[in-house]
């Protein structure tokens, strides 16, 4: 509390050692330059949670409750009446030639520093820091050691960070140098089949990364999905096996994405041999052996994220290994510097890092940075704690000064170790991506259960509220489908049900109480199809009406019909596999011919299911599950994108939607997204089109911020507009 903190630090005065003499700059305390006063609200006295009658009473403020008031956050300790409040620093009888400048700063500080900068310091509250800006229009008092202290230790933290920023600009420099010299230009890479060839965006790509590896840096590829950051990585690992650097390197990907991997890596260079370090504990067991005693021969190695922190035979193994390169495919999922993941992939034994992504800044600055300290350890691990600081705080004002400064800082970062090309500059040809946001009326009866449930959990006790998971999850699953609750099964039809179950042969012995205990935790839907399973249940089961009783399925329905008419071909994503299966109820009903993937599809049948709705044209929609079918997977055949319920996160969403809008696509794609009006899902929208304001602040670039490798390619696009930060 401030109140230990303000017992246990010592009051210290500056003395002056010349008593005939004046010490430079303002002795006494901080004194803010003289401005127009104005009155300044009492804070609301500190009240005990004692478990009293008393401390739910509202108490009037007295001069005496403030001075016994010691323990809030705003306590009157912070600005104190004695002259000590800038002397907080020194108890030596000899003068300080740094004082006078250190004092300047510091003044300079609080009287310059907006809200959310006091809010840097220790212990000071957005509440604290709002009294001390009150307090420098009205006040003329000194300030705590405290804050003082505070103070400083935010100032040596900008220091850290200026100093990391003028690293990285001399590290931009001399690469700009080295392309200004014209000394980066290549050709693409003679290894590689020569059937393809690269795009001049993607030669420039991994110029790029051929620059970084000759500055011995790390980086992280960030092009916009569907520009082809696989085929780029496999030319540099090519490039790097021409020049007589063979590896081993280590590729590590989401499960989803294992074997289009593989297949990118034998189609695009066979020449390089290709280990996969997946299967059972048993295969892996044995290509561990194999590979520790130089059994087999590989240049790299594929595996996944969930094995590469796997047990710990499987993390022993990649730190056993001299690694050349490892390249993280999906790197965003790096970027939780505390997470258990972050921390053993970071102990992989590798001499460089890359990573793949199209969505490097999803949340906050702060994730951004995580993924460069990934990269850099040796150059970011000594400003972590700075940097954390720096970059983790909200802002309190949207586009405040504040705000602005961090990301022009963090652009200064990250300049020289993120290459980011967005498709609508490299790929001018590539058709338009068109975004329809429908807001669909819930049905009746729909409205009707989900007010019901807001009010409940609205008015429930705290006990009751911490008793639901996910409060959040519930609303959100009825603003998609009554069914995913369970409403139309009562207790008492319940009760009924599990007398019935008796009767079949596999539950003559069970309790009925017991089987009514297991369906009270079931959804409508999943009874429904318990329903269908059980002959002596069958009459229970629920009409089409009530399947399709959901504001989004009725304009889906429409949707459907009119996308099929018109010849058009739909990928079908939800979060929720339990919609899918009502999804795959309704497009029976209307016999739409369909496939589909989600997270509980083999990973051999994965890449089938994917070639299968490229070539058979007769196939209508592809459902997919948002997580396990967003990620590097090749959807081109389709145009439509039609998200039935969006992500909290809308990173997710877009690369969901970039499955079918990348290279190789030759139709307007449309991306259609249902939202439940009037629901929880609005502020979902809003919160993540928020998100999206951040990217947009990080990549704009005003007159003369673009960074041009000038030099890099042949012909026409010799300036092309690459580096976009």
Request: hydrophobic share 35%.
């Amino acid at each position: 509390s401030d109140e230990s903190e303000a017992s246990s630090a010592p009051k210290r005065e500056i003395k002056n050692p010349n008593p005939s003499t004046s010490v430079p700059q303002p002795v006494p305390a901080l004194q803010p330059p003289a401005r127009t006063v104005r009155s300044t609200p009492q804070p609301e006295p500190h009240r005990p949670l004692n478990g009293t009658k008393e401390t739910r009473k509202r108490r009037r403020p007295t001069p005496e409750s403030r001075k016994q008031d010691t323990s809030s956050e705003d306590n009157a300790s912070d600005f104190e009446e004695s002259p000590r409040g800038l002397d907080s620093d020194s108890d030596s009888d000899q003068p300080d030639e740094t004082l006078p400048r250190v004092k300047g700063q510091i003044l300079n500080f609080f009287q310059n520093a907006t809200v959310d900068e006091l809010t840097l310091i220790a212990g000071c509250s957005l509440k604290k820091a709002q009294k001390i800006s009150r307090y420098f229009l009205s006040s003329r008092n000194g300030l705590s050691n405290e804050l003082l202290a505070g103070c400083r230790e935010v100032l040596r933290e900008r220091e850290v960070v200026q100093g990391l920023m003028g690293k990285c600009e001399d590290i931009s420099r001399r690469m700009t140098e080295v392309v200004q010299k014209g000394q980066g230009s290549m050709v693409q890479p003679h290894i590689l089949n020569s059937a393809f060839h690269l795009k001049p965006y993607q030669l420039i790509g991994l110029n790029w990364l051929v620059l970084l590896h000759q500055n011995e840096l790390s980086g992280i590829l960030a092009d916009e999905m569907g520009l082809g950051k696989t085929i780029q990585a496999i030319s540099f690992l090519a490039h790097l096996y021409q020049e007589g650097n063979p590896g081993p390197h280590l590729i590590t990907v989401p499960s989803s994405t294992l074997d289009n991997w593989v297949r990118e890596l034998n189609l695009w260079c066979p020449s390089l041999k290709v280990l996969v370090y997946y299967g059972s504990i048993e295969e892996r067991r044995c290509v561990r052996y194999e590979i520790l005693n130089e059994m087999v021969d590989y240049n790299i190695i594929v595996s996944t994220y969930n094995l590469a922190i796997g047990n710990a035979s499987d993390r022993s193994l990649f730190r056993k290994l001299k690694l050349e390169y490892a390249v993280f495919d999906e790197g965003h999922m790096l970027k939780n510097m505390s997470s258990l993941r972050y921390r053993h992939l970071m102990a992989i034994n590798a001499k460089y890092r890359l990573l793949l992504t199209g969505t490097p800044l999803q949340n906050n600055l702060l994730e951004l940075m995580s993924l460069l300290n990934f990269i850099m350890p040796n150059m970011f691990s000594s400003s972590t704690s700075q940097i954390a600081k720096m970059f983790a705080m909200k802002s309190s004002e949207e586009q405040s000064s504040f705000e602005r400064d961090r990301i022009a800082h963090a652009k200064l970062i990250m300049k020289p170790f993120i290459l980011r090309r967005i498709k609508s500059e490299v790929l001018k040809q590539l058709p338009a991506k068109e975004e329809q946001i429908e807001f669909c009326p819930m049905s009746e009866k729909q409205q009707q259960l989900y007010d019901e449930l807001f009010n409940r959990l609205k008015n429930a006790r705290n006990e009751e509220k911490r008793e639901l998971t996910n409060v959040m999850m519930q609303l959100r699953k009825m603003a998609n489908h009554p069914l995913l609750h369970r409403q139309y099964y009562t207790s008492q039809r319940l009760a009924a049900m599990s007398r019935l179950m008796l009767k079949e042969p596999s539950h003559r012995e069970s309790d009925p109480a017991l089987i009514q205990e297991d369906m009270a935790l079931m959804s409508d839907f999943e009874l429904h199809r318990l329903c269908q399973q059980y002959t002596v249940l069958i009459e229970h089961q629920l009409d089409m009406d009530l399947l399709q009783d959901s504001g989004k399925l009725q304009l889906l329905i429409q949707i459907l019909k009119d996308l099929k008419e018109k010849g058009d071909r739909v990928v079908l994503f939800s979060q929720f596999t339990m919609m899918l299966d009502i999804l795959e109820v309704l497009l029976k009903h209307h016999k739409h011919r369909y496939i589909r993937l989600d997270g509980s599809t083999p990973m051999g049948d994965r890449i089938v299911l994917i070639d299968q709705f490229n070539t058979d044209q007769d196939i209508f929609v592809f459902l997919l599950s948002t997580r396990a079918g967003g990620l590097g997977i090749n959807l081109t055949s389709a145009n439509v994108v039609i998200l039935h319920d969006i992500d909290c996160n809308p990173y997710n969403d877009k690369q969901a939607e970039d499955r079918c809008h990348r290279v190789g696509q030759t139709r307007t794609v449309k991306v259609i997204k249902l939202i439940s009006k009037d629901s929880i899902e609005d502020a979902m929208l809003r919160i993540g089109q928020r998100k999206l304001k951040l990217e947009q602040d990080m990549t704009a670039t005003e007159e003369g911020e673009l960074f041009y490798w000038c030099t890099l390619v042949l012909g026409d696009i010799s300036v092309y507009p690459v580096y976009r930060i």
